[in-house]
């Protein structure tokens, strides 16, 4: 019988080897096989902790309750995930020109710690964070986590993660950037992202509009696949890059 997904994962290969300009775009799924859970969903993380501490009002008025769980979540637990193979190939796309950039909704370093050199964050990232009074930004691996909330060094204002919080607009620079390639792109290859968080969710559509084709990775169809998607590669992130991979760089 016919194997649908070999059919079209040599098409994609093909595809990604004629691409001049190739954009991946990731969400939370990519980092699934890291161990990290993703939001929403039946074994996701706000199954578990109540989403309110990511909330600017409530992060203001109870900063130490917010940064317990925020601890718990983010540093504790994310600080322990390690890059998977899909963070992996996507880094060797880059360096053998199979991938120009990652757009990433992700705020878990995993795309840098693999060795992606031109990442857009679009909602920031776990690894930094931010004085809330004097904007100086900080290492998080070099910030105390013993005594919560941490406080700035050089003004002693409140430190908040360099992610964006429910309600905080899109780093403009990752915006921008985001953008152009959008524009720029001739592949999107879009991975592990419900398509329903805005205005991530809308860059994909421009790259559709600006004529890319849009090949997606997921085990579920997506918004995306019953709108945009051009190829869909239906399975988990890990075992579909390992597929390409091969077809990408064996002899
Ligand atoms: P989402 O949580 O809405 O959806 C996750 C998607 O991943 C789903 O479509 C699911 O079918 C797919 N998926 C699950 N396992 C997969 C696998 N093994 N391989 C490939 N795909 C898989 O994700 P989202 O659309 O990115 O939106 C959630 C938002 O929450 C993001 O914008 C992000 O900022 C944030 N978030 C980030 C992290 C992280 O940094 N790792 C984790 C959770 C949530």
Redesign the pocket.
């Given at each position: 019988m016919l194997d649908l997904l070999k059919v079209n994962t040599k098409k994609a290969a093909e595809i990604l080897k004629q691409s001049k300009h190739t954009t991946a775009f990731?969400?939370?799924?990519?980092?699934?096989?890291?161990g990290?859970?993703?939001?929403?969903?039946k074994n996701?993380?706000w199954s578990k902790y109540d989403p309110k501490i990511l909330e600017l009002n409530y992060f203001y008025e109870h900063p130490k309750d917010s940064w317990e769980i925020i601890k718990e979540i983010f540093y504790d637990f994310?600080g322990k995930?390690q890059p998977n193979r899909?963070h992996k190939v996507l880094a060797k796309m880059e360096k053998h020109n199979f991938l120009q950039a990652v757009i990433?909704?992700?705020?878990?370093n995993?795309h840098q710690e693999a060795g992606s050199k031109t990442v857009y964050e679009?909602?920031g990232t776990?690894a930094k964070m931010v004085c809330t009074n004097c904007k100086r930004k900080f290492e998080s691996e070099k910030v105390h986590l013993d005594k919560l909330p941490p406080k700035c060094i050089v003004c002693g204002g409140l430190l908040k993660p360099d992610?964006?919080f429910f309600g905080e607009g899109i780093p403009q620079n990752a915006f921008k950037k985001s953008v152009e390639e959008a524009e720029n792109a001739e592949v999107f290859l879009l991975?592990?992202?419900?398509?329903?968080?805005e205005p991530?969710?809308s860059i994909p559509y421009k790259a559709k509009y600006n004529d890319a084709v849009i090949i997606e990775?997921?085990?579920?169809r997506?918004v995306f696949t019953e709108k945009i998607t051009d190829i869909f590669l239906q399975?988990?992130?890990?075992k579909?890059m390992l597929q390409l991979e091969k077809l990408l760089f064996e002899k």
């Open positions: 990731t969400g939370a799924g990519i980092s699934v096989e890291s990290i859970p993703p939001f929403r969903g996701g993380l994310f995930a899909s990433t909704q992700n705020i878990d995993l679009f909602h776990s992610f964006i991975i592990g992202s419900t398509g329903l968080i991530a969710a990775i997921n085990p579920e997506t399975g988990k992130a890990g579909i």
